[in-house]
């Protein structure tokens, strides 16, 4: 286990938190639980749970992209009790390069994006979160459970596997050498292949939509159709709740004005500096064949997120209603907000249960 002095708490700094009455996005999940956790509420009364490859405990979420089984009327039914991955939402601790790198998820709507400003102009900033200490503590039980030589030891065994096979094929570049190199090009606007990927078919389980909250009861998903994109809100007893229309998928880059453009830069060096990012580029191409400079593939997964981002501004746009291509900076926050839950839900060997 990662002492707390390990706690490396740069990417939290200056956020501002106040949960968002009747929002309930979070709980749109199958949120993991230790044994311990289950054994509390099942004092207090019957918890459907599911077994991840038999191990994983999951309280059991509605079918086809509803809430947890807990959410009643938009409320957690056992607040106190809840799982500390629900209290400690949003913060999300990673084991990073240096200790435990908690970031925050920004897809929570009660957070305010302006300390992304600061990334924007290359300043960490330098005031204190505010409004996070229940969730910070949480999040400090989460690591302090994780079971000493778990994850951080093995995240670290893992780097060295991954650098000793990058400098094999001479295909090695340290971290801050990498950022280095790649941060002037964050500003590029050539880079886009919009609209980064398509969204999963509702057929498959609206589970598997990607989600954001838009002031409905519901949250909405965005999944493919045969004539775009479909946006639906969704019943917390599972289905879709309203049906909100199908839009064009997005394919052509929009102008941004300066405040959008800087907020843009601001999430892809908040980006940047996640170990979370360059873990998945460094365990990636020591896997493949591919000889390709990892300059490169950081490059290329920052213009998958820039256009992730782009295409969900665009579409979240359309359903306002605004059809201009400026988009302002306020388009750009809704465009991360239906974003990050989804890129940081990546497979990356440094995330705990
Ligand atoms: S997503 Fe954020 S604002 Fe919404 S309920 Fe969860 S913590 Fe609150
Ligand atoms: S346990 Fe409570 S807080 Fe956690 S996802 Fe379920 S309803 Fe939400």
Do not use: K
Not at 305 to 326: D, F, K, M, N
Request: hydrophobic fraction near 35%; proline fraction near 9%.
């Amino acid at each position: 286990m990662l002492r707390d002095s390990e706690w490396d708490d740069r990417l939290l700094r200056g956020f501002r938190f106040a949960c968002r009455p009747g929002c309930g996005l979070c709980c749109y999940t199958q949120p993991r639980l230790d044994g311990e956790e289950l054994a509390r509420l099942r004092a207090e009364r019957e918890i459907p749970v599911r077994r991840d490859d038999g191990l994983v405990l999951h309280v059991e979420s509605f079918p086809d992209g509803g809430s947890c089984r807990l959410l009643s009327e938009n409320r957690c039914s056992v607040h106190s009790l809840r799982p500390l991955v629900c209290s400690s939402f949003p913060v999300e601790p990673y084991a990073g390069l240096h200790g435990w790198q908690p970031s925050v998820v920004l897809s929570c709507p009660g957070l305010s994006l302006d300390p992304l400003d600061d990334w924007a102009r290359g300043v960490v900033p330098t005031s204190s979160p505010s409004g996070l200490d229940p969730e910070l503590r949480s999040a400090r039980r989460r690591t302090a459970r994780t079971p000493a030589a778990a994850v951080p030891s093995s995240v670290a065994r893992a780097r060295r596997r991954w650098e000793a096979r990058l400098r094999r094929r001479g295909l090695w570049t340290d971290r801050e050498s990498l950022r280095a190199a790649v941060a002037p090009r964050l500003y590029r606007s050539d880079a886009e292949n919009l609209p980064g990927e398509e969204p999963p078919d509702p057929r498959e389980g609206r589970e598997l939509l990607p989600i954001f909250f838009d002031g409905r009861p519901g949250p909405v998903a965005i999944g493919a159709h045969p004539l775009g994109w479909s946006l639906d809100e969704l019943a917390p007893r599972g289905g879709v709740a309203r049906a909100l229309g199908v839009f064009s998928v997005p394919t052509e880059v929009p102008t941004l004005d300066d405040d959008a453009a800087r907020r843009l830069a601001g999430y892809l060096v908040y980006w940047l500096h996640r170990d979370q990012l360059i873990d998945g580029i460094l365990s990636v191409a020591s896997e493949d064949g591919e000889p390709t400079p990892l300059e490169e593939r950081l490059d290329s997964e920052l213009a998958f997120i820039r256009a992730t981002v782009l295409s969900r501004a665009l579409v979240r746009a359309h359903l306002g209603g605004e059809y201009g291509r400026i988009l302002g900076r306020e388009a750009i926050d809704r465009g991360i907000g239906a974003s990050d839950a989804d890129l940081l839900d990546r497979d990356s060997p440094g995330s705990i249960p």
